[in-house]
């Protein structure tokens, strides 16, 4: 079953009721704002700018002026100055690929929503200790949903994320296994589509994650 977004933090139900981030890796800082529009435009309203991304803390801060209405957060955190200068930008939640227990406890100290990446039931253990809104799980190619749903037995009340092997076609899969929402990179936003500017071809791809959750969800 799908977690009740009523039983999550309160700062995570936005994040919950969007049920897509998108996981921008842009290759410029532009890109990511006109990736983000796109994908606005077809229905997913949760953008995950990476700091694989040039000049990152620019993109945050432009969507949230120029798209207010979007959830709009930092990803691949690895460093504690990218948390701050990511804060700064207006992030309204941080993600980190992994659990490094020093940057971790940086980031919550922000007071912000913070997700960090396991994988392993130790793993979700050690984060949840460091006091972490959710778990990313990832990369979720690597189990796919049926290890997220085994996951929600020891662990019934902790907003688990799967990113990485999402695509509209399995969203819903994951969504029954126990996600409380999914993190979906190339097969929503490729970074060749962004290269080569087909916006069009990103904002019909969010139209097809955007049905897919809608059907999920009905």
Known sequence: ????PETLPEALR???????????RAPTSEAAVAAAEALIAGGVTAIE?????PDAA??????????P??????????RRPQVTEAAVAGAQFLVSP?????????????????????????ELMAALELGVAAIKIFPGSLVGPSYLRALRGPFPDVPL???????????????????FAVG???????????????????????????AALAAARS
Request: hydrophobic fraction near 45%.
């Open 1 to 4: 079953m799908t977690q009740n």
């Open 14 to 24: 936005a994040v919950a009721d969007a049920g897509v981030i998108a996981v921008l």
């Open 49 to 53: 700018v990476t700091y694989s991304t």
């Open 58 to 67: 620019p993109a945050i801060a432009r969507i949230r002026q120029d798209f």
């Open 69 to 78: 209405d979007a959830i709009v957060g930092a990803g691949t955190l690895t």
């Open 98 to 122: 992994g659990t490094a227990p020093d940057l971790v406890r940086f980031m919550t100290d922000t007071g912000l929503p913070t997700m960090s990446g396991a994988l392993t039931p130790t």
């Open 161 to 179: 994320m799967p990113t990485g092997g999402v695509s509209a076609d399995n969203l819903g899969d994951w969504l029954s296994a126990g996600a």
């Open 184 to 210: 979906a990179g190339s097969e929503l936003c490729s970074a060749s589509d962004m290269a080569d500017q087909r916006w069009d071809v990103i904002t019909e791809k969010a139209r097809r994650f955007s």
